[in-house]
């Protein structure tokens, strides 16, 4: 019997465990991509996150084609065209990464300035999460 090449849950997750998030709208879409981009830098930034793993769950090509797909800010769609650069910017020249981390950032928080100020009692990004003793 062949076995699957992705397992449905990697051996330390159980199929009880789940958080989903959300965005919707261009608008709220825009802000949730900027500020999560943004955590994943501060993370690469301060050792904590590798680039590999950043480019890989969220700052990778699929992304970004999404976005290119929307019409979003210009900057935005900029910012993780260089986020998903990043691995190999670690890779080829480890010494260019802090200030392409700090572009990436910069471009970011303009793009937050630049959106209409969040409706304090807009959707939330999380719709769900599940969790559940065994």
């Known amino acids: 019997m062949e076995q699957p090449v992705n ?10 465990e789940a958080i989903a998030l959300q965005a919707a709208g261009v608008e709220e879409s825009q802000r949730f991509v900027a500020v999560t981009a943004l955590g994943m830098c501060r ?14 769950r969220f700052l990778g090509p699929a992304l970004l084609s999404r976005l290119e797909a929307m019409e979003v800010h210009p900057e935005l769609r900029r910012a993780i065209h260089l986020a998903t ?5 670690a890779r080829l020249a480890p010494e260019a990464l802090t200030d392409s981390l700090t ?4 471009k970011l928080l303009k793009v937050l300035a630049d959106l209409p100020p969040p409706r304090p009692h807009g959707e939330k990004w999380l719709v769900m999460s599940r969790y559940q003793d065994g």
């Open 85 to 89: 650069e990043l691995e190999d910017v």
């Open 103 to 106: 572009e990436i950032e910069d």
């Open 43 to 56: 993370g690469i930034a301060l050792g904590t996150l590798s680039p590999a793993y950043a480019c890989s």
């Open 7 to 16: 397992p449905p849950h990697p051996p330390h997750e159980t199929p009880s």
